[in-house]
Nanobody, 117 residues
Framework: QVQLVESGGGLVQPGGSLRLSCTAS????????MTWYRQAPGKARELVAG????????NYADFVEGRFTISRDNDKNKVYLQMNNVKFEDAAVYYC??????????WGQGTQVTVSS
């Protein structure tokens, strides 16, 4: 079955860096559009960054402001989110999403990012 497992979350200081990973299985990873979302307490889930399958085009939310980079390794079935210059407002649970076609979207369980000095 489809599985998405996020890792790499944790405690980071403002201005610090963190690298999130999502390991996928159960579908043709190289064809999937992979997206990172986040959800802070009391707020709606929001898109952070996405990367397409075959063309690896990327898109980012405005609040990223060049601080995050999404990438993928199709040989390892992994997608990454490199987070640099982290801010207090980046604290959230970060979720990996895979879209493999109409009606076929999957979510991971999330990884917590805590920002504290």
């Amino acid at each position: 079955q489809v599985q998405l497992v996020e890792s790499g979350g944790g405690l980071v200081q403002p201005g610090g860096s963190l690298r999130l990973s999502c390991t996928a299985s159960g579908f043709t990873f190289r064809r999937a559009v992979m997206t990172w979302y986040r959800q802070a307490p009391g707020k709606a889930r929001e898109l952070v960054a996405g990367i397409s399958g075959p063309s690896t085009n990327t898109n980012y939310a405005d609040f990223v402001e060049g601080r995050f980079t999404i990438s993928r390794d199709n040989d390892k079935n992994k997608v990454y989110l490199q987070m640099n210059n982290v801010k207090f407002e980046d604290a959230a649970v970060y979720y990996c999403n895979a879209w493999v076609g109409p009606g076929s979207a999957y979510w991971g369980q999330g990884t917590q990012v805590t920002v504290s000095s």
